[in-house]
């Protein structure tokens, strides 16, 4: 199976701040990646798949890069709703498998 | 609108079963890929099942064997039946939809609120 690690497992940030998330597959996947946002008690909301394409409806100040092996999701001026969990996930071949998630704190 | 609308959650007994549901509307089941994806509380996501359009399935190797994925189209449904539950399949379970996008599916555009089923004695 494809192990997909996410760095850091917790962001302190302010709003305003610029945000990067990291996500590593421990074999290429291409550009077969998707990002999630996961708010308490509510289902995972899709803002990036195919690694850079932008979700109807996300907004613009999210982005995703990267290809292979490392990837990353970039809030560009952090909002108080973006406070969350952010996870990445795999879909190059079965089974398709999650990062372990990205806490984003109020600092 | 695209919503699904899980149900059959709650508590029960390690070796038991229990059949989860998910009512979709907005959108036929039949013409798009379904999952199935778990969280155990407080722990990250994870897959669990997936069928096809053409009826084919797919299963975690965690839950092979046990946990079966069907639907019926007739009723616009997503159903998991899940056997030999153990303590470790507590988790809120999640139905999710697969788009076919430039000849990918992969990623999850639309959940629903997710059904918590507990295994315990």
């Known amino acids: 199976d494809i192990q997909m690690t996410q760095s850091p497992s917790t962001l302190s940030a302010s709003v305003g701040d610029r945000v990067t998330i990291t996500c590593r597959a421990s074999?290429?996947?291409?550009?077969?990646l998707a990002w999630y946002q996961q708010k308490p008690g509510k289902a995972p909301k899709l803002l990036i798949y195919?690694?850079?394409s932008l979700e109807s409806g996300v907004p613009s100040r999210f982005s995703g890069s990267g290809s292979g092996t490392e990837f990353t999701l970039t809030i560009s001026s952090l909002q108080p709703d973006d406070f969350a969990t952010y996870y990445c996930?795999?879909?190059?071949?079965?089974?398709?498998?999650f990062g372990q998630g990205t806490k984003v704190e109020i600092k | 609108e695209v919503q699904l609308v899980e149900t059959g959650g709650g508590l029960i007994q390690p070796g038991g079963s229990l059949r989860l549901s998910c009512a979709a509307s907005?959108?036929?089941?039949?013409?798009?890929?379904m999952s199935w994806v778990r969280q155990a509380p407080g722990k990250g996501l994870e897959w669990v099942s997936i069928?096809?359009?053409?009826?084919?399935?797919l299963s975690a190797d965690s839950v092979k064997g046990r946990f079966t994925i069907s639907r019926d189209n007739s009723k616009n449904m997503l159903y998991l039946q899940m056997n030999s539950l153990r303590a470790e399949d507590t988790a809120v379970y999640y139905c999710?939809?697969?788009?076919?996008?430039?000849?990918?599916?992969?990623?999850?555009?639309?959940w629903g609120q997710g059904i918590l089923v507990t295994v315990s004695s």
């Open positions: 999710a939809r697969s788009p076919l996008v430039q000849g990918v599916i992969g990623w999850f555009d639309s």
């Open positions: 907005g959108f036929s089941v039949s013409s798009n890929y």
């Open positions: 069928i096809f359009t053409d009826d084919s399935a």
């Open positions: 074999q290429s996947v291409r550009n077969y």
């Open positions: 195919k690694a850079s």
């Open positions: 996930q795999h879909c190059d071949g079965y089974p398709w498998t």
